[in-house]
Nanobody, 124 residues
Framework: QVQLVESRGRLVQAGGSLRLSCAASGRTFSRYAMGWFRQAPEKERVFVAAINWGGGDTYYADSVKGRFTISRDNAKNTVYLQMNSLKPEDTAVYYC?????????????????WGQGTQVTVSS
């Protein structure tokens, strides 16, 4: 069993930056691929970014490429999402997820554990 606890969300202005964190429990955390998803109001949850267990392979949705960076610190059991050049359309509840597999996926059903979600609001 893996538990994921996300940092609090924030209200930021367009063009600003924000770093989210996701702290995980479990001795096997380093072998879990991790992902970030988001859900805007009245929209379905969509993929944002993923990273494999070793941290050397990442994947991003086209909407965030060049602006967001996913990283992990396995020694601290923590995954991060650095968000730069934020846009109002980035406003959503952000969820981190853990996959009991070393390889990432962009399908939410491939993930086994989920964080509680955190609200990120970008004002125009």
């Amino acid at each position: 069993q893996v538990q994921l606890v996300e940092s609090r969300g924030r209200l930021v202005q367009a063009g600003g930056s924000l770093r989210l964190s996701c702290a995980a429990s479990g001795r096997t955390f380093s072998r879990y691929a991790m992902g970030w998803f988001r859900q805007a109001p009245e929209k379905e949850r969509v993929f944002v970014a993923a990273i494999n267990w070793g941290g050397g392979d990442t994947y991003y949705a086209d909407s965030v490429k060049g602006r967001f960076t996913i990283s992990r610190d396995n020694a601290k059991n923590t995954v991060y999402l650095q968000m730069n050049s934020l846009k109002p359309e980035d406003t959503a509840v952000y969820y981190c997820a853990a996959r009991a597999n070393p390889y990432y996926s962009d399908y939410d059903h491939a993930y086994d554990y989920w964080g509680q979600g955190t609200q990120v609001t970008v004002s125009s």
